[in-house]
C-alpha cells in the first residue's frame, strides 16, 4: 500500500534510484543552448497556465456558520459569490441578491478551499506502479532544473478524491525529497483537464524543493557519492549556491552565459521570484538551513515535515518561516523520533506561520481531520484555541508559504471563490464536503453524481462513479 | 530507556503494580458488543477480569469506586491488525523486527521473542486507548509470514496474551511476486506446502522428500500442521475480488481452514460470496485510492457493503503505519459513521463501529471470550474517554489494561513539556525535565 514519499523513500526511491545514468556532478548538466555572445532572455513562463475557471453562477450559501481563513468566524453568516470571486461576506443582515442560486446552510459551516502545500499527486500518480514513479529524479543530487510539471499525469485519481472527500482546491506539487535541490514544484487548481497546464495556477510563484537530512544522503551515500553525511549535504548546497550566486551576477550584469536550467532556477530563489520549500525534520537541521540561506542571500519560505519546529518555534518566528506539519505521524525514520502531537499548536503558541500539510495521497483527504487533532492536542495543554483560529493552519498560512495569499487562503471579496460548504462541523470526524465551489464554479456536490469527477484511468474499470 | 524508567519511577509513586479490584460507575458505558451505549453504567472489574457491566450493576463493598462523571466508559480498543511491539523506528534496521526478509523458514517463524513491550510506541499507542492489538508479522521473502500474537499494551514485561495466534500470508500481488511472479505460482505453492505439512503430520519421515518439493522446513510445516486443523487461524491478505473468490475456495481441499480476510479492497464486490463463507474480515476502511491494479475497486464505502451483505468487520490501519499509529483506530472507524450520512455511501452505525475496534477483531482472532467487551468474564482493559471516543479530539483519562491503572505518560508528553517554552531557562534544556 502506499506510504508516504517523505516517509518512507526507501520503497519508493529505491525503485526509481537504480535506473538511469547520473551526471558526474551538478556542474555536468546538460546546456541546452550553445554559448551566447549577448545576454541571456529567456522565456520565464515557457508552459503557461491555460487553466479558466467554469462557467459560474451568483450563488448565495446563507444560514451558515463561516471560518474566514483568517481566523474569523461569523456565525449564521452569508456568502455572495459572483463571476469567480468572492463579492461579500457578512452576518444574517447582509443584503442578498434575489436572482442567485441560494443554498441553505443551517447546522454546515462554509470555509475558504483546502490548500495542501505539500503533495505529490500526478507525480507519484495512482495506480502507483513503476511506470507511474516520477516523482524523484534520483540521478544526482541537486536537479534544481527538474519542473515538478513535467511529472505530474493530470488523470491521477487522487486528485478527485482531494476534492469530494477533502475540499482541496489549490496544491503545491513538490518533487520528491531524495534530492538537496529536487526541482521547480507547481501550484495547480484542484479542476481536471486535459493537461496539467490546464490545471496550473494562473499566476502563482514557482516553488524549489530542497531537502535536508536523511534521505539524499542515504540515496546518494548508498552509490558511494557525494553527499553520504549532513555535512555533506551543506557543502554540495553551499558550493551549489555560490556557483548560481555567480551565475545570477552574470545575469544581473548583463553579461553573456550559457544558458542552464538550473542556473536559472536558482537564480530565480536568490531574486526572491521562486519560493523555498524545504523538506527539513529536525530543528539544527533547520538552524543551519536558516544560517544559509543567509550566507547565500535567499529565504526559506516553508519548512515541510518540520516535525522538531516545537523546538524552534522561536526561531521561526523570528525568520518569518512557516513550517507545515504532520499532526501525528512520528517514529517511521530516525529524523521523526521526536514527533509530538503537540507540534503544530506549539508553533501557533509561538505565533509562527503554522500549515498543515499531507505529503500523501490518502490525508490530503482529511486535512481537516489532521488540524482537528492537533487542535485538540493544543487545548488538551491548555491552550485558548478557536476553531476560527485553526483553520488559519488550512487557510491564509497555506497560501502565504507558496505566495498566494492575495488570490486565495480566505474568504475576502475580491478573492478568488474557492469554498467549501461542509456537512457539518469540519473538525469532526463525522462531517464531509457537502459542496465545493472553484473559481465560483460548483465541481462537487455530494448530491449530485453528476458533480463528482472520474478520471480517465477509472471509466470502465470496477467502481466507476463510486462515492469513493 | 528514558520512558521506561520514568514510567516504572512514577508507577512506583502512583500507580498500583498489580491488578486491583475497581468499579467505574455513573458511566455511559459502551459494552463493545454492537450494543447502544447505557447511561448510568457500572463495570466492575475484579482479579484482573470483568466481572460485570451494566446498569444497576451492584458494586461489592470496600472496593475502590472511579466515579466516570458521565464519561464514555469502554472497552480497550482492539488493534486488529498491526506490529505493534515489533518496530521502534522502521527505517533503522536493528529496531525493525517486521519482516524476516533473509530467513530461510517462513510459517514456523513466531514474533512472541522479537516483541519490545518496553518500546515506546506501546505507551503513545495505549495513551490513545488500545489496549490489545493482533500482531502480525510482515510479509518477507517467503509466501507465508509466520505466526503472529495477540499482546496487551500493558506497561509490564509481560506482552503476550496468546502466542501463535495466527499466521499471515498474502496472496495477490505481494504472493505472486513471491512465488514466482504469478498468483498460478501463489496457489500452487500454498497447496504443496499445505500438503507437505499434512504428510509431515501423518509421517514425519516423509518431510525429505515433500519439503524439498514445497520448499518447506520442519518448523513450518509443523505451524501449517495447526493451520490445516483450524488451530491457528489463516490471516490472508487479499484485496481483487477474484483473488477472494480463489482464497475462499481453499476452504474446499482444506476444510479445517479458519480464514480471515485482511484488506478485501474489492471485497464489496463479492459480499454475499464472502458472507456465505462466513469469513471475517479486517478492513483498512479509508482506503479508496486505485492504487494497484488489484485495489481498481476501492471505496470507503467497502466496509459498510460488506456489513450490509452480513460480514463480520473489523476496523484496522494496516495500510497506514501499523506500527505507531493505531490510534487512528477510532479516527477510522468515526469515518465510517460520518460515512453514513453521505448520499450513496454505505457506513456503520455508531454502535457497529465500535463494535469493529473491539469485539469483533476479538472474534475474528478467535477470542472474543477472552477479550473486547465488557462482559463478564472478559480481560479487565478498561478506558475512561473525555469525550465521544470516536472524535478526532477524544482522549482517554483512563486507562485498565488486565485490572490494573496504566500510566498514559509518553515520551513524547516529556519532550513537549521540555519544549512548552523553546528557549533556555537558567540551565540548558538537557537539564529540564
Not at chain 2, 460520518?338 to 454505505?346: E, F, H, I, T, W
Request: aromatic fraction near 6%.
Amino acid at each position: 500500500m502506499r506510504l508516504s514519499i517523505a516517509a518512507l523513500p526507501l520503497l519508493a526511491l529505491a525503485a526509481c534510484a537504480s535506473t538511469g545514468e547520473a551526471p558526474k556532478s551538478a556542474g555536468d548538466k546538460p546546456a541546452a543552448t550553445a554559448s551566447a555572445e549577448k545576454p541571456v532572455k529567456f522565456n520565464k513562463d515557457p508552459y503557461p497556465s491555460t487553466y479558466k475557471g467554469y462557467p459560474t453562477r451568483l450563488t448565495v450559501v446563507k444560514n451558515v456558520t463561516i471560518f474566514d481563513g483568517e481566523g474569523g468566524r461569523i456565525d449564521n453568516g452569508s456568502i455572495v459569490l459572483s463571476s469567480g470571486k468572492v463579492d461579500r461576506i457578512g452576518g444574517p443582515d447582509m443584503e442578498l441578491p434575489t436572482d442567485a442560486d441560494v443554498y441553505d446552510g443551517t447546522g454546515k459551516y462554509l470555509t475558504p478551499g483546502v490548500i495542501d502545500i505539500h503533495s505529490h499527486l500526478g507525480d507519484y500518480a495512482s495506480p502507483s506502479v513503476e511506470a507511474n514513479s516520477d516523482g524523484n529524479e534520483a540521478t544526482g543530487p541537486v536537479t534544481a532544473e527538474v519542473w515538478a510539471e513535467h511529472s505530474v499525469w493530470p488523470q491521477d485519481p487522487g486528485f478527485t478524491r482531494a476534492l469530494a472527500n477533502g475540499g482541496i482546491t489549490t496544491l503545491e506539487i513538490l518533487p520528491g525529497s531524495a534530492n538537496l535541490m529536487g526541482g521547480r514544484s507547481v501550484v495547480l487548481k484542484n479542476v481536471p483537464a486535459r493537461t496539467v497546464q490546464g490545471m496550473k495556477f494562473p499566476g502563482a510563484p514557482y516553488g524549489l524543493k530542497m531537502a535536508c537530512g536523511e534521505n539524499p544522503k542515504r540515496v546518494y551515500g548508498s552509490k558511494g557519492r557525494m553527499p553520504s553525511t549532513r555535512m555533506g549535504n551543506m557543502a554540495v548546497d553551499r558550493q551549489t549556491w555560490a556557483k548560481a550566486a555567480a551565475y545570477k551576477k552574470k545575469l544581473d550584469e548583463g553579461k553573456p552565459v550559457d544558458r542552464d536550467l538550473a542556473m536559472e532556477t536558482l537564480a530565480g530563489v536568490l531574486s526572491g521570484e521562486i519560493l523555498i520549500q524545504n523538506h527539513c525534520y529536525r530543528a539544527d537541521e533547520m538552524a543551519q538551513v536558516i544560517d544559509m540561506s543567509h550566507e547565500f542571500g535567499y529565504k526559506v519560505s516553508a519548512f515541510h515535515h518540520a516535525v522538531e519546529a516545537y523546538k524552534i518555534a522561536d526561531l521561526l518566528k523570528k525568520e518569518g518561516i512557516c513550517a507545515a506539519m504532520w499532526a501525528d505521524w512520528w517514529g517511521f525514520k530516525m529524523e521523526a523520533y521526536d514527533s509530538v502531537p503537540e507540534n503544530i499548536a506549539l508553533m501557533y503558541k509561538e505565533g509562527a506561520c503554522t500549515i498543515v500539510h499531507s505529503d500523501d495521497a490518502n490525508q490530503i483527504q482529511r486535512l481537516n481531520q489532521e488540524a482537528a487533532k492537533a487542535l485538540a492536542a493544543g487545548r488538551r495543554m491548555g491552550m485558548q484555541i478557536s476553531d476560527e483560529q485553526a483553520w488559519t493552519w488550512l487557510g491564509i498560512n497555506p497560501a502565504k508559504a507558496i505566495g498566494l495569499q492575495d488570490k486565495i487562503g480566505s474568504l475576502k471579496p475580491g478573492k478568488m471563490a474557492d469554498v467549501v460548504l461542509w456537512n457539518g462541523n469540519p473538525f469532526s470526524v463525522y462531517t464531509r464536503p457537502d459542496k465545493v465551489w472553484i473559481d465560483g464554479a460548483l465541481m462537487f456536490d455530494a448530491n449530485d453524481p453528476k458533480r463528482r469527477p472520474v478520471t480517465d484511468f477509472e471509466l470502465g474499470q470496477p467502481g466507476e462513479g463510486d462515492v469513493k | 530507556m528514558i520512558r521506561s524508567l520514568l514510567l516504572s519511577a512514577a508507577a512506583l509513586v502512583a500507580l498500583p503494580a498489580t491488578a486491583q479490584d475497581v468499579a467505574i460507575t455513573n458511566a455511559k458505558l459502551v459494552i463493545g458488543d454492537g450494543s447502544a451505549p447505557i447511561e448510568g453504567g457500572t463495570v466492575v472489574v475484579r482479579g484482573g477480569k470483568v466481572v460485570a457491566a451494566g446498569a444497576g450493576v451492584a458494586v461489592p463493598a470496600g472496593i475502590e469506586r472511579v466515579d466516570a462523571q458521565g464519561r464514555y466508559v469502554t472497552p480497550g480498543i482492539v488493534a486488529a491488525f498491526s506490529r505493534v511491539g515489533l518496530v521502534e523506528v522502521d527505517a533503522v534496521d536493528g529496531t525493525n523486527d517486521r519482516s524476516a526478509n533473509r530467513s530461510r523458514f517462513s510459517a514456523g517463524l513466531d514474533i512472541a521473542p522479537a516483541l519490545n513491550p518496553m518500546g515506546s510506541p506501546i505507551a503513545v499507542n495505549r495513551a490513545a486507548g488500545v489496549t490489545r492489538a493482533i500482531v502480525a508479522p510482515g510479509s518477507s521473502s517467503n509466501l507465508f509470514a509466520g505466526q503472529g500474537a495477540v499482546v496487551d499494551l500493558g506497561d509490564d514485561m509481560d506482552m503476550v496474551t496468546k502466542p501463535r495466534a495466527l499466521q499471515y500470508v498474502a496472496f495477490g500481488e505481494d504472493g505472486s511476486a513471491k512465488a514466482g511472479g504469478s498468483r498460478a505460482a501463489t496457489f500452487l505453492l500454498f497447496r504443496e506446502q499445505l500438503l507437505a505439512a499434512r504428510s509431515y503430520a501423518r509421517n514425519p519421515a516423509s518431510l525429505a522428500e515433500w519439503g524439498n518439493d514445497a520448499m518447506i522446513q520442519r518448523a513450518d510445516a509443523e505451524a501449517l500442521v495447526r493451520v490445516i486443523d483450524g488451530t491457528t487461524p489463516l490471516f490472508v491478505r487479499v484485496d481483487r475480488a477474484a483473488d477472494i473468490l480463489n482464497v475462499l475456495k481453499l476452504k474446499g481441499e482444506f476444510p479445517g481452514l479458519k480464514l480471515v480476510l485482511v484488506g478485501a479492497t474489492e471485497g464489496w464486490l463479492v459480499a454475499g460470496e464472502i458472507a456465505a463463507a462466513k469469513v471475517p474480515v479486517l478492513v483498512s476502511p479509508l482506503s479508496d485510492l486505485p492504487d494497484s491494479f488489484e485495489r481498481l475497486g476501492a471505496t470507503q464505502s467497502n466496509a459498510g457493503r460488506l456489513k450490509a451483505a452480513g460480514v463480520d468487520i473489523s476496523v484496522g490501519v494496516f495500510d497506514d503505519d501499523d506500527a505507531h499509529k493505531m490510534g487512528y483506530t477510532t479516527q477510522y472507524a468515526g469515518n465510517l459513521v460520518g460515512l453514513s450520512k453521505l448520499p450513496g455511501a454505505s457506513g456503520l452505525t455508531w454502535d457497529q463501529a465500535f463494535a469493529a475496534i473491539t469485539s469483533v477483531p476479538a472474534r475474528a482472532v478467535g477470542m472474543d471470550g477472552t477479550m473486547g467487551s465488557l462482559k463478564a468474564g472478559r480481560v479487565g482493559d478498561v478506558v475512561i474517554w473525555d469525550n465521544d471516543p470516536l472524535e478526532l479530539g477524544s482522549r482517554p483519562t483512563a486507562v485498565w489494561i488486565d485490572g490494573k491503572r496504566q500510566s498514559l505518560v509518553t515520551r513524547q508528553d516529556r519532550l513537549r513539556d521540555r519544549y512548552l517554552t523553546p528557549t533556555e531557562g537558567a540551565l540548558p534544556k538537557a537539564y529540564d525535565r
